[in-house]
């Protein structure tokens, strides 16, 4: 797992494949709250599949790094 720290929260990036993780929100220990979606590396692209704030968005983005910015922000 890999965590990253935001302004107000922490990200925890679980490896589901060597292409796919699951998104969660450190603030919560378990729950539907807990998980914030699935970014999963698609080409030289990030899609975000988010289950929260809205259910079945799904996003791409250029890097993982754009992904994570994006995430922290969704959080803010």
Known sequence: MLRTAGSTEQV?????SDTMWRVCDGRFEDGALRIIGYVQRVGDAY????MRPRLGVVRRYGSLEETLRAIHEALD
């Open 12 to 16: 925890d990036l679980t490896p589901l």
């Open 47 to 50: 899609e975000m599949m988010w």
